[in-house]
């Protein structure tokens, strides 16, 4: 007989890593499936229809992130929303020196190229505006170009600082392929190309002649570190823990022999048994964490809790967008947490009479918690001095047990 909690929290630590924000419906609607029959429905589901309003420039600073925030939170945004949050934090541009018109186009960009080819992303993003901006691309001259983006596309966004490819002289040719573009903010901050500004003649970047922004491109995505890069980067957001080499040697063959297709690599690392059988369990991000809690008290939060916890989204700290998963678990961020609980659990719902735990559980997507967590609910429950405490408290101190705050 199958055990259904169990097959429930399988499914549920599956869903948590493939969806931003999995609710107790899509988790129970896969009772009768695999591991790799979930995986793959969720792989095969379309994307919901892009309805992003355009941001026009002067429009509200937080705008942007408010609707996305909006948009990650509504039940059908699935794999593809998690996707435009990952790449996001990977090729990173931010609010402060974009604006909200800007990063609305780029998010946009983010979502049309998400599970497309990596090569045809990279070259959009470079001419972006937002980036173009972020970066000080934007008016680059090639008699004294700006080295910044050159140097970030090599170390963090396409090869990574560790892959021994690139030199400084690397960095300093292709500057100058990249010169030439700017960000015309009277003409809706649409980027034009300056021919007086840009290269002429060819310059020897990566091995090989490059004039232009095609050239840089290409000389950066067929060296075979390309495909290795994107794959650690995806790897640690799917999987996490210490890499499985054959694991990441099969993924990042696949998405090479794919032309750099992305849907090809995250099939690849989706399907794998490192993945199916239980990732290692880390700290949800802030983000995470906030979504997780908007949908289990059932009402909308207001998004500056968030950006205390630093990070909001569209505003990265850096252009090496947000460090790695341990300071979601500092002693900091669990008193944050718990505040930011407290404060949002007040006008709950009121919970089962007979069952508030088991109710509240289920609200929270959490099938199985330890014998200490439940035992610590229960006795919570039973101390609560009428049901719309108890309904607040036990919220809040779901919210704040070590379950919910892993995945």
């Known amino acids: 007989m199958v055990d259904m909690s169990a097959a429930r929290a399988r499914n549920a ?11 107790p419906e899509l988790v129970e609607s896969f009772d009768d499936a695999t591991p ?11 994307p919901s229809p892009d309805n992003q309003p355009t941001f026009e420039e002067g429009t509200d600073h937080w705008a942007p992130t408010q609707w996305w925030l909006g948009r990650m939170a509504e039940p059908g945004a699935g794999l593809d929303e998690r996707l435009v949050w990952m790449w996001h934090g990977h090729l990173t541009s931010g609010l402060d020196k974009a604006g909200p018109a800007a ?6 960009l983010l979502r049309r190229h998400v599970r497309g080819n ?23 001259d090639v008699s004294a170009p700006n080295e910044n983006y050159a140097r970030e596309v090599m170390e963090l966004f396409a090869l990574g600082r560790d892959s021994g490819v690139y030199t400084e002289d690397d960095i300093k040719r292709g500057a100058q392929a990249l010169a030439g573009y700017r960000v015309d903010r009277e003409a809706d901050g649409y980027v034009v190309f300056e021919p007086d500004r840009a290269l002429r003649g060819s310059v020897n970047f990566l091995g090989r002649p490059a004039q232009n922004v095609d050239d840089v491109i290409d000389s950066i995505c067929d060296r075979a570190e390309c495909a290795d890069h994107i794959t650690s980067m995806a790897y640690e957001h799917f999987i996490g823990g210490a890499v499985d080499d054959e694991v990441h040697r099969r993924a990042a063959s696949a998405m090479r022999s794919s032309e750099l297709n992305i849907d090809v690599l995250v099939r690849a690392l989706l399907t794998e048994p490192a993945f199916l059988e239980g990732a290692p369990l880390r700290p949800r991000s802030a983000i995470e964490w906030f979504l997780a809690l908007q949908q289990l008290v059932g009402e909308p939060i207001d998004m500056w809790p968030l950006e205390s916890m630093g990070q909001a989204p569209l505003n990265p700290p850096n252009v090496a967008g947000w460090p790695g998963t341990d300071r979601w678990a500092s002693a900091g961020m669990t008193l944050s947490k718990g505040q930011i609980a407290l404060n949002s659990t007040w006008d709950t719902e009121t919970l089962d009479e007979q069952d508030p735990v088991t109710d509240v559980l289920r609200r929270a997507v959490l099938y199985e918690v330890s ?9 919570l429950a039973n101390a609560a001095p009428g049901r719309r ?7 809040a101190a779901v919210a704040m047990c070590p379950e919910f705050s892993l995945i």
């Open 13 to 23: 630590r599956l869903l948590r890593r493939l969806v931003l924000v999995p609710t």
């Open 36 to 46: 790799t029959e979930l995986v793959i429905a969720v792989l095969d589901e379309p």
């Open 103 to 108: 990063m609305g186009r780029q998010l946009s």
């Open 118 to 140: 990596f090569r045809e992303l990279l070259r959009e993003i470079t001419l972006d505006p937002a980036m173009l901006l972020w970066l000080d691309g934007s008016g680059s």
């Open 371 to 379: 014998v200490e967590t439940r035992t610590a609910l229960d006795d």
């Open 389 to 395: 405490e108890q309904a607040s408290l036990l919220h």
